[in-house]
């Protein structure tokens, strides 16, 4: 009898624990409900990839759909979608892969996978934006654990939305027998809020070159650490084959404390940091890679081929869940000199034996994919895409936005929904009376704005959705708007800076002293611009008109470090700015790109301290830059000022390849003429608009096919064929050059060939009755001859010159178009004649006398523009 009830008591158990396995869990995952893939039946465990751990927890397994890789180191992705919607926690990682089949995994978080298939070929991409890496597992090497209280942060508002495995393949003999692979990890994520949140830090050099033959050439990275206490648990190294260790080091009142090294030729999982390191504000972080070009016949540069290099230190950490951020990047040699007094262990090359770097090769290219994730990959991808994109921008000339009734358009921005958001100055003008020689405005006796200076408008009709900003602003300048819609502005006549939700009618966060011009910490001077970082919430202001600096603020408002300084005598030094005009943040790139207006450049930062990168500085630009923007994607724009007298460069808007600085294209309006376009922002599909502070006006631009010409040289004769025909026309010589004054003469040549196709078709049209005229003049001339003789060729002489005549004009010698075409009604040369130049931001024309509106109107050089 026993026996019996323990076999019933035993049955009773296996039936309980079968049906909660078995639970449905609708109540939570019922979004996920709908977007379920349905995996191959050889897949253990795929049919129900979300399992109910009790209350808070489940588990969401996220592993390959049943796939058979055809061709050895392949990389096959996959996508989960997080299947709540609330913020949740991954608190452990559990691997499903064997060692005779994978290589190594790893696990991604974002918001939009490379694709929405099952799934793809990893050269297409893990993720479209900004990825995280989460857990990697690599043969021979341990898995990554999370210490108990951390967790990484999914979904709800900054948390990633999908999870993105990427499996590489290696030797492939074990799919011989055609079976499928469903590798992957299994999840296990909760509800309830961690008290410690992970997060990665990586370190990457960008400019390393190894030069051929040379035995030990050393790449390092370091950086300041500007953030609250974080704690390191675990890393990982990068490199290609030519890589010989990676080390990575917390630098404190000069100690070097080791975080870890490793050989890269090892399986490149997450290690454990042995000893626990934290690193705290002011810290240094630093890094080296030893490499060897050894057996290499030509430089090997820093990129994402197997004959390129890379150098990356991947450390993750965790941080109290207040303070938490999420991924942190590190580019740059803050201190090379600090570098003599590394540890001699960072110089020396790991052994490793022969059969693991045999069974190990093939990993090379890994991160090929893995590290389209990393911001390097990211800009060399952008850059190729954007050199292989067939575009011109042109003006929509249907958008009805032209029209609209507008003070001083000042600032321009896209809102979270990418609706066009105008900052404008309502009935104010900046003009030479509205301040004095020490910058104080003077007419405060105006009051505010009366009107609505903050409008919301559909960018595809114009229509009005919302507007606000009443009665809070004198003098309007700079806009941007931050990943949650709020509204952050500057006012250079109060000399401050303004956060403003969306719907609030009183400001959330005020920077500056209303009407004290100053420039010390809690003082500005006719503030330009101001940016946001999506990551970490920093406030960066340029300051401005008077000051030359960028200030950064904590997400609070807490003042945390300044650079810049007036420009010298001679050519502009890096660093130094006269007039920080705009400012386009970077966060891929975690670089701070300012429009640096009187000096007719753009000059790009590292985030993280203030040090300079890169200027960007053509021909084209003239002599002023009055903003710029930046468009994941990697394209950046800008527009600049009105030429000098006697000097050449139009007033026009520019299209470039952030990572190389190249011009790509550039553009101007059909109605009405740029006058000074003093603001300029753009979308993903490259719709572009354009706000003008003289014209009180905004244009919208678009992106249309561009016919391209071809050059083809044949006995040393360059013969340009232009195809007037709608078939797109590619370039054979030279379709990537390198010299932007080249670049934008072949986009010249391609306007031209556009506009000449509706010339040829128009001239046509007008000749053919004159070639009919003159056939007929010529047959009556024959037949007066034959009958009447030299008399009559006379009189047709005549007659033909009077014809001849009207068509040429007064002077001969062709058909004058231009004299046409201004004959007739409607037509206007406003475009090609010199209009009033400016300097700063105040609006009089000094040339003609009369009330243009001009910010702060400039002398020809060599006087530098006023302020005042």
């Known amino acids: 009898m026993a026996g019996l009830v323990n076999s019933l008591l035993i049955l009773f158990l296996v039936f309980q624990n079968i049906c909660l396995g078995f639970r449905s869990p609708l109540s939570v995952f019922k979004r996920y409900k709908g977007t379920a893939r349905s995996l191959s039946s050889e897949c253990l465990g795929s049919d129900r990839p979300v399992i109910s751990l009790g209350l808070s927890d489940f588990a969401l397994d996220v592993r390959m759909p049943g796939v058979t890789p055809k061709q050895s180191d392949t990389y096959l992705c996959m996508s989960v979608p997080l299947p709540v919607d609330d913020e949740a926690y991954v608190v452990d990682f559990k691997p499903h892969a064997s060692m005779d089949t994978v290589h190594h995994m790893l696990l991604f978080g974002c918001n939009e996978p490379s694709s929405t298939e099952n799934y793809w070929d990893c050269d297409e991409g893990t993720c479209k934006d900004k990825s995280n890496i989460l ?34 393949y290696g030797d492939i003999s074990a799919f011989r027998d055609k079976h499928k692979d469903c590798s992957g990890v299994t999840l296990h994520l909760t509800h309830q809020k961690q008290p410690l949140i992970a997060g990665m830090y990586l370190m990457m050099s960008v400019n390393t070159v190894i030069p051929p033959g040379e035995k030990v050439v050393d790449a390092d990275i370091a950086c ?21 260790v990676v080390s990575g080091y917390r630098v404190r009142n000069g100690q070097w404390t080791l975080i870890g090294r490793q050989s890269p030729q090892l399986p490149q999982a997450f290690y454990p940091v042995e000893h626990p390191v934290d690193v705290s504000y002011d810290d240094i972080l630093a890094a080296r890679c030893v490499f060897s070009g050894e057996g290499r016949t030509t430089e090997t540069h820093i990129g994402g081929t197997a004959n390129d290099e890379m150098c990356n230190f991947y450390i993750m950490y965790y941080m109290e869940a207040k303070h938490a951020v999420s991924y942190m990047t590190c580019t740059q040699n ?9 540890p001699q262990e960072a110089n020396i090359p790991i052994p490793i034996k022969s059969d693991m770097l045999k069974m190990t090769h093939g990993h090379h290219e890994e991160t090929k994919d893995a590290d389209k994730s990393s911001l390097l990959q990211q800009a060399k991808k952008e850059e190729e895409e954007i050199l292989d994109q067939d575009f ?20 321009l921005a896209l809102d979270p929904e990418n609706n066009l958001v105008i900052f404008h100055r309502g009935d104010h003008v900046w003009d030479e009376n509205s301040f ?6 003077q007419q405060r006796g105006l009051g505010p704005i009366e009107q609505n200076t903050i409008l919301v408008l559909n960018p595809g009709d114009a229509k009005l959705l919302h507007s606000t900003g009443k009665s809070l602003f004198y003098l309007p300048h700079g806009l941007s708007i931050d990943k949650n819609g709020n509204y952050w502005v500057t006012d250079v006549a109060l000399h401050q800076v303004f956060k403003l939700g969306a719907d609030d009618k009183e400001p959330l966060l005020i920077l500056g002293v209303a009407l004290q011009p100053g420039s010390d910490r809690n003082h500005f001077c006719q503030p330009t611009d101001v940016a946001v970082d999506p990551i970490t919430g920093s406030i960066y202001v340029s300051d401005g008109y008077c000051n030359s600096r960028i200030i950064q603020f904590s997400p609070n408002g807490l003042y945390v470090m300044q650079w810049g300084e007036e420009t010298s005598l001679g050519r502009a030094r890096p660093g130094q700015f006269h007039i920080p005009h705009s400012l386009a943040l970077i966060p891929d790139f975690s670089q701070l790109c300012v429009a640096d207006r009187e000096n007719g450049r753009i000059q790009c930062f590292r985030l ?22 930046y468009v994941p994607g990697g394209l950046l724009f800008a527009v600049n000022g009105m030429p000098y007298p006697g000097e050449a460069e139009p007033v026009q808007g520019f299209v470039m390849n952030f990572s190389t600085g190249e011009i790509i294209d550039t553009f101007i309006p059909l109605r009405k003429s740029f006058e000074m376009p003093h603001d300029v922002v753009a979308s993903e599909d490259k719709t572009v608009f354009v706000g003008d502070v003289h014209a009180k006006a905004v244009w919208k631009f678009a992106s249309t096919e561009k016919m391209e010409h071809r050059s083809v040289k044949k006995a040393g004769i360059e013969v340009q064929e232009i195809k007037e025909t709608i078939v797109e026309a590619r370039l054979k010589n030279n379709p990537e050059s390198t010299d932007p004054l080249k670049k934008q003469e072949k986009q010249h040549l391609v306007r031209q060939a556009s506009t000449g196709v509706s010339f040829v078709l128009i001239t046509t049209l007008l000749i053919i009755p004159v070639v009919v005229l003159l056939a007929i003049l010529v047959f009556i001339r024959w037949r007066k001859t034959t009958v009447y003789g030299a008399d009559g060729e006379h009189k047709l002489d005549s007659s033909s010159a009077r014809i001849l005549g009207r068509l040429r004009g007064k002077g001969g010698g062709g058909l004058n178009l231009g004299n046409f075409f201004a004959s007739h009604k409607g037509y206007s040369r406003k475009g090609f004649d010199r209009l009033s130049t400016e300097g700063s931001d105040q609006e009089k024309d000094e040339d003609d006398g009369t009330d243009s509106e001009e910010e702060c109107s400039a002398p020809p050089p060599p006087p530098a523009p006023s302020s005042s």
């Open 334 to 342: 803050a201190n090379p000199e600090m570098f003599r007094n590394i």
């Open 436 to 441: 004095d020689r020490k910058f104080v405005y």
């Open 608 to 629: 993280e301290t203030g040090e300079f990168v890169r200027e960007i500085k053509h021909k084209s630009f003239g002599r002023e830059l009055f903003a710029v923007s």
């Open 135 to 168: 857990y990697a597992w690599a043969r021979n090497a341990p898995p990554t654990r999370l210490p108990k209280g951390v967790g990484f942060r999914v979904g709800g508002e900054t948390g990633g939305r999908f999870f993105v495995l990427q499996v590489h």
């Open 224 to 244: 300041h650490y500007k953030r609250f206490p974080m704690h390191l648990f675990a890393y990982r190294v990068h490199t290609h084959r030519l890589g010989k």
């Open 392 to 411: 011109h921008i042109e003006e929509a000339v249907e958008w009805p936005g032209l029209d609209l009734k507008l003070g001083q358009v000042s600032g």
